[in-house]
């Protein structure tokens, strides 16, 4: 059994950034993650909206600076899954397949499970695949594009993107009386010219060759299966949190994200929560670092009252 003042589950932006702040406040710091640390935005080559950095960012150069940080604070980084947790007790435990952990506190920071279940989607990430017009859309200044909507998210991003895009296609893979997009935004994308609405449609596929050319489209009424001449594919399928391994620990919203305060806390004492896996307005690289940070200072707070 090892223990540790913090236990932070997950070591994307901002499991890093709790690690950076919990380990500089001398809290003994544990970051467990499954895969390589620097979660989603390792499949970004290019930032352009991190502060300070803009176009000469890709992913896996800022995310291994925040690991460096990390370790160089003293956090330890190891690459395991937790995978069932007692989270309810003054002591926190936290089991993955090789070790069990006990901390005073604990920071989850699972994110969102990361994308690439259509054809073409992993090998295309970043090179016109995107998830995130927030993020990208300068990218597509001028060129074509399709926005695979679900819901009036999709549907925000994609009139946003006609600011920079010269065509937005957007699929829609159910029929207008559906009602999963709102009147008012239907009304909004019908009147704008760069928008082409095209109806009961699923993107399947997508084709290239150093960079996207084409989306593959399927019509889900007549099967029918046609290309789009694009540089770009938006991609907004309806994302659950990766927070299935904490369902009866914290509270969790509907669709599975972690309820917390604004000082990261959970219903829980002494856990807290951070990053795309909490109930949030914006998933982006800087919000995760500010709930990291948040997170880890409150955690400190809490650890320093249990040891008075
Ligand atoms: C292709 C792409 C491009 C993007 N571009 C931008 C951009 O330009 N600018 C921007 O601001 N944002 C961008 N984003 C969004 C950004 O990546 C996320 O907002 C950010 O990574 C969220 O950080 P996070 O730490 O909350 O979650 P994540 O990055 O999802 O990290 C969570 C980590 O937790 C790990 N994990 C999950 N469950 C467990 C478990 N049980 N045990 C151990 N580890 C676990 C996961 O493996 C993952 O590494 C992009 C996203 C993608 C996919």
Redesign the pocket.
Known sequence: MQKYDVVI???????LAAAIYAARAKLTTLV????E?????L??RE????PGYFGDVS?PVLMAKWREHALYCGAEIVQ????SLDLASEIKTINTEENTYEAAAVIL????P??NSLKGEKTF??RGV???VN??ATFFEGLSTAVAVYNDHGMEEAIFLTRFAKEVYVTIPFNKSDEKVSEELLKEAQANNKIKLLWHTNIIEIQGDAMVNKAIIQNMENNEISGLEVNGVFLFPELTA?TA?LAGQVELDSKGYIKVSEKMETNLAGVYA????THKFL??????ASD?AIAAVAAEKYISKLKK
Do not use: H, W
Request: with cysteine; charged share 25%.
């Open positions: 589950i997950g070591g994307g932006p901002a499991g467990l993650e499954k895969d640390a620097g979660g989603r935005i499949g970004s930032i352009d909206n991190y992913g395991e899954t937790a995978e920071c699972p994110g969102v990361k994308e990430m970043g995107s998830y995130c993020c990208d990766s391994f951070a990053g795309d896996g998933r982006q690289v800087v919000t995760a990291g």
